[in-house]
């Protein structure tokens, strides 16, 4: 059972979210609601009281004390069939049973709260993990989770008093509507039933009302997670069967059975430990922070944050394994930056900078600081976007599949699909904007001034970066001749002297684009040109494009600035 609450200031609450890069936002006396704003996105177990709590806990107490339920595993535990089928619709499901906590009206929002959180951004909007809730009892075992043609299933959704069927929900009911469209094209869809066919749920869309609707005062849940990607499914799950335990309850896993191979095996016991242990040396740990602690105060800090610790003292190395309700360690440097928590910033000893210099603009920016006040006076609003994007904005939506145009360097065990490489060019960053500003008057004319990150085996880490400037118009009869003329005085007033070469390229329109090249030096500065209208309706553009870039690093190199 959890520990006795009792009361704390709100001065030693906002000490404690250090723990966790929190502080309180607001507070509101009367109901006793806190406002708190977390700093840290790559730990979706900190979007809960719960997780916030269990992270303080875990530091008062000195060690992180492991759940029953994971290593206390019954002989025979309730079994969830999967469908082969599902293996190309919605592959991977993971489930527990939570008994013993009796939900109040509190824990119910909290719950709740936590579900959307984990399905909406952890789970991208309930693309790669969906959450479903479940009261228990008149569940039979074993549950299947099986492929079923639409119109063949009917129940009553949560929410409504009308039985449909599941394709009527994908029309009419609000969670239809809203997440209809990652069931888009398939003919038979995922549906959750147990060993009497009482339906569930049609996930990722929404439970049933009869077994689907946890209410205040239940006190045996069933939890039930699935998505297209093993990881984050088991360790949403995790997260769920954690919040629970932490609140009394005693979880019982279930094993999942798999017709086909996952990268966890056929037979999955949910919840389980997903993190491997691993290694890094003492002297990475110090060498990161500045100063010298010692294994002991290293393993007391990673202990009393959660890791499972062991040393190798003949080599000064630390053997770290994360909590089951994380699975955030891409780095070394994830783990020291554990450590400096742990230990608390107001312990490491100030240092004064020892020289002191004179700072100044880089010619790159002056020239970059230059060329932004040129385009403002063309009429050109600027943008800031981020450079790490997605593949499919950078190349797929591009035309670029399997061309050198569309080579990329990307980022190794990534998070989030939307952000696993850089850009190799501008101008898919200003047409995500324009996608987005189909309700603005037109004309659009957007440019931006950034970095893009181009491969390059020849460079020292395989890949450089330049800076770019992209330039678009955007409007019912905009033309190839308008933004000639805007790249002609641009050049003009910062003294380069250019011809215009026909190329071929991919996104633009075949004999309406040229690469830029400098006169004197015959140096490729850029291109400029029409984009194909495939491209632009891959974007859900609807009215004519046009776009430059300009490679502001190549410029500087000119000296002629």
């Not at 009482?198 to 998505?227: A, C, H, K, W, Y």
């Not at 691993?278 to 800090?301: D, N, P, Y």
């Not at 955007?474 to 003294?495: R, T």
Request: proline content about 6%; glycine content about 6%; hydrophobic content about 40%.
């Amino acid at each position: 059972m959890p520990d006795k609450p009792r009361t704390i200031s709100l001065s030693q609450l906002d000490e404690w979210l250090t723990l966790v890069k929190g502080e309180v936002k607001g507070y509101q006396a009367e109901t006793g609601e806190l406002r708190i704003e977390l700093q840290d996105s790559n730990r979706p177990d900190l979007w809960c009281c719960e997780g916030i709590a269990r992270q303080i806990r875990i530091k008062r107490e000195g060690i992180f004390k492991p759940y029953p339920f994971l290593s206390q595993r019954p002989r025979r535990p309730k079994r969830l069939l999967v469908d082969p089928e599902l293996q190309s619709i919605r592959p991977y499901v993971a489930a527990c049973a939570a008994r013993g906590y009796q939900v109040t009206e509190q824990g119910l929002a909290q719950l709740i709260q936590t579900q959307e959180k984990l399905a909406d951004i952890f789970g991208r909007k309930r693309k790669m993990v969906s959450v479903g809730l479940y009261r228990l009892e008149p569940i039979q075992f074993p549950i299947t989770y099986e492929a079923v043609n639409p119109d063949d299933v009917r129940f009553t959704p949560l929410g409504v008093e009308t039985v449909m069927t599941l394709s009527e929900m994908l029309m009419v009911h609000p969670k239809g509507v809203e997440y209809g469209t990652l069931l888009a094209g398939q003919s038979r869809v995922p549906f959750l039933r147990d060993a009497v066919h009482q339906p569930l749920s049609f996930p990722p869309i929404i439970n049933s009302r009869e077994i689907g609707e946890v209410r205040i005062g239940d006190d045996q849940l069933l939890i039930e997670v699935t998505g297209t990607n093993i990881a984050m499914v088991v360790l949403a799950l995790n997260i769920l069967a954690a919040n629970l335990a932490d609140r009394g309850a005693a979880i019982e896993p279930v094993a999942v059975h798999y017709p086909y191979d996952t990268p966890l095996g056929r037979r999955v016991v949910t919840p389980c430990v997903l993190s491997r242990p691993r290694s890094i040396s003492l002297e990475t740990i110090e060498q990161a922070l500045g100063q010298r602690f010692g294994v002991h105060t290293v393993k007391e800090a990673l202990e009393s944050y959660g890791y499972q610790v062991s040393v190798k003292r003949k080599s000064a190395m630390v053997q770290v394994q994360l909590p089951p309700y994380r699975h955030d360690l891409m780095h070394a440097m994830d783990v020291v930056e554990d450590v400096a928590m742990s230990l608390g910033y107001g312990t490491f000893a100030p240092e004064m900078p020892s020289q002191f210099t004179v700072g100044g603009l880089s010619r790159l920016e002056q020239v970059s600081d230059r060329v932004r006040d040129l385009m403002v006076g063309l009429g050109f609003q600027e943008i800031m976007s981020n450079i790490l994007g997605s593949p499919d904005a950078y190349c797929n939506a591009m035309r670029l599949e399997g061309t050198p145009w569309g080579r990329m360097v990307e980022v190794a065990n990534v998070m989030s699909a939307n952000f696993s490489c850089l850009r190799q060019w501008m101008v898919p960053s200003l047409l995500r904007v324009e996608a987005a500003s189909a309700r603005s008057f037109y004309p659009h004319r957007l440019f931006e001034v950034g970095e893009v990150a181009i491969p390059d085996l020849t460079h020292e880490l395989g890949s450089r970066t330049e800076s770019i400037l992209g330039a678009l118009i955007a409007h019912a009869s905009a033309h190839f001749s308008e933004l000639h003329s805007c790249l002609d005085s641009l050049l003009y007033h910062v003294g380069i002297t250019y011809v215009l070469e026909p190329i071929s390229h991919p996104s633009f329109l075949e004999g309406r684009v040229g690469k830029i090249v400098a006169s004197n030096t015959m140096l490729e500065l850029g291109l400029i040109g029409e984009l194909h209208p495939e491209v632009l309706e891959r974007w859900q553009i609807a009215v004519p494009v046009t776009a430059f870039e300009i490679n502001l690093s190549r410029l500087v190199d000119l000296e002629q600035l």
